[in-house]
Every structure is written in structure tokens, then in C-alpha cells.
Nanobody, 123 residues
Framework: QVQLAESGGGLAQAGGSLRLSCVSS????????MGWFRRAPGKDREFVAT????????YYTDSVKGRFTISRDIAKDTLYLQMDSLKPEDTAVYYC????????????????WGQGTQVTVSS
């Protein structure tokens, strides 16, 4: 089992920045990649970004490219999401997730999830 715990959400103004963190524990050696997803009010869960644990290759959804940066500190078992140039449409609950195998952009393939952290961006 792998346990994930997010932190760092909060309130920001449009154009501002926030950094999310996700600490993992348990059988983290089995993890192939970790990602961030979000769910805005009244909308389906959406893929945001993912990063390969070994190679560090990162992928983003088009709406956050150039604004968000995913990174990881393997020694600290911590995943980050640096969010810059925030927009009101980024308002959502953000979830950290981990996958052992499967499609990196498909939420249902991720086996482990954090509890989520709220990000609210005001205009």
C-alpha cells in the first residue's frame, strides 16, 4: 500500500502562485509515476500533470502548460506542483495520485490517491 498526503492549497489571486506538496509513504518503490488531478465544482475529474519517477519525464494538460511545473524529490518521497499565473478556472480540489502501471493520463489507472487540497483563485 501507498499513502499520499497533499498540502499547500489555499486562496490566491489571479496571476498569483501556489505550490502543492504530496508526501508519499509505504511501498513507494513500486510506483512508476505520480500525478496531479483536479476536480472543479460541477465538473469531472481532470488530469493536470504527471511525472515518471525514474526518468523525470513530465507531461501536462494543455491548459496548464507553461504555467504549472510538476517535480519530485525522490529522497524525500515528495511530489510538487508549482502553480504560477493562476487563473480563476484553476479553482478546484487538487489530488495527488500514484500509478504502478497503465496509462499516465487516465485517472482510473491510478491506484493510490490523497485526500485532496482546495485551491481557490479569485479574479
Amino acid at each position: 500500500q501507498v499513502q499520499l498526503a497533499e498540502s499547500g492549497g489555499g486562496l490566491a489571486q489571479a496571476g498569483g502562485s501556489l505550490r502543492l506538496s504530496c508526501v508519499s509513504s509505504g511501498r513507494t518503490f513500486a510506483i512508476y509515476a505520480m500525478g496531479w488531478f483536479r476536480r472543479a465544482p460541477g465538473k469531472d475529474r481532470e488530469f493536470v500533470a504527471t511525472i515518471n519517477q525514474i526518468l523525470g519525464e513530465a507531461y501536462y494538460t494543455d491548459s496548464v502548460k507553461g504555467r504549472f511545473t510538476i517535480s519530485r524529490d525522490i529522497a524525500k518521497d515528495t511530489l510538487y506542483l508549482q502553480m504560477d499565473s493562476l487563473k480563476p478556472e484553476d479553482t478546484a480540489v487538487y489530488y495527488c495520485a500514484a500509478i504502478r502501471s497503465g496509462h499516465l493520463f487516465t485517472g482510473s489507472d491510478y491506484e493510490y490517491w490523497g485526500q485532496g487540497t482546495q485551491v481557490t483563485v479569485s479574479s
